[in-house]
């Protein structure tokens, strides 16, 4: 069956064949566990309480980071942090931005740059605020440190929220929701697989490793020692 899309076909059409496979399980698995770890770390940074597991997904993101690193320079081409230092070494010149035909705005090859400095900066952030918020949980500084792991963990939001946005837009001016690949790993869209391989057993070993690591956390969580005390004082009466 010839699942490619002629040029005639419509959005919808488009979004309903199977497209072609752009990206593979290992990093589909690595963003949503690194979305998820973030977003925990965000929803539990104040509370005392759940510091633990504030501590435990900051941990959590910088291996998923050091995962990263090492599938983009060990991994598949389509997985190479080197197609990431392309585009941005390709920062599109005013020339390019400017629709000689219809006299407006070619907005797509300007989103496209600032969508992979987007990625950049959420790699790069990672680290100060990973470090910064082990050192403040091994009480290495005051008050300071903990403002200077706060201002890293805003700086990661926005990078958050400048992404999500980059994306809705670019989506609409491409008329195809671009956060999908991410999901399904493919791309509604004509042309031979960029993924030849989707490496599941390397998603399955990392998830494996996050809920052990997550489970090893859970058997050193330190027990309240108030029902003790508190069944103590009946021994007592």
């Known amino acids: 069956m010839n699942t490619s899309l002629s040029p005639t076909d419509t959005p919808r059409e488009a979004a309903k064949a199977p497209g072609r496979r752009t990206v593979d399980v290992p990093i589909r698995a690595f963003h949503a566990l690194f979305a998820l770890s973030f977003t925990g ?42 197609l990431l230092v392309r585009r941005l070494k390709n920062l599109p010149s005013p020339k390019t931005l400017i629709n000689a035909k219809g006299g407006g705005m070619n907005w797509r090859p300007g989103l496209q740059w600032l969508l992979a400095a987007m990625m950049a900066g959420l790699l790069l952030v990672t680290v100060p605020v990973t470090l910064s918020g082990y050192a403040v949980y091994q009480e290495w500084g005051g ?22 946005a980059l994306i809705a837009w670019l989506s609409r001016l491409q008329r195809q929701n671009l956060a999908m690949p991410m999901l399904t790993g493919r791309r509604a869209e004509a042309g031979t697989d960029l993924v030849k391989k989707n490496h599941a057993w390397l998603a399955v070993l990392m998830l494996v490793c996050v809920g052990g690591f997550w489970g090893w956390q859970w058997q050193q969580a330190p027990v309240s020692s108030a029902p003790m005390e508190a069944g103590q004082e009946l021994d007592d009466d």
């Open 143 to 164: 008050e300071w440190l903990e403002e200077v792991h706060e201002l890293f963990g805003n700086v990661f939001l926005a990078f958050v929220v400048a992404h999500l």
């Open 41 to 82: 770390a965000w929803l539990t940074g104040d509370s005392e309480q759940w510091r633990l597991v504030h501590v435990t997904l900051g941990y959590t993101m910088i291996g998923l980071l050091v995962f990263r690193i090492l599938w983009g320079l060990l991994g598949p081409r389509h997985a190479g942090l080197g």
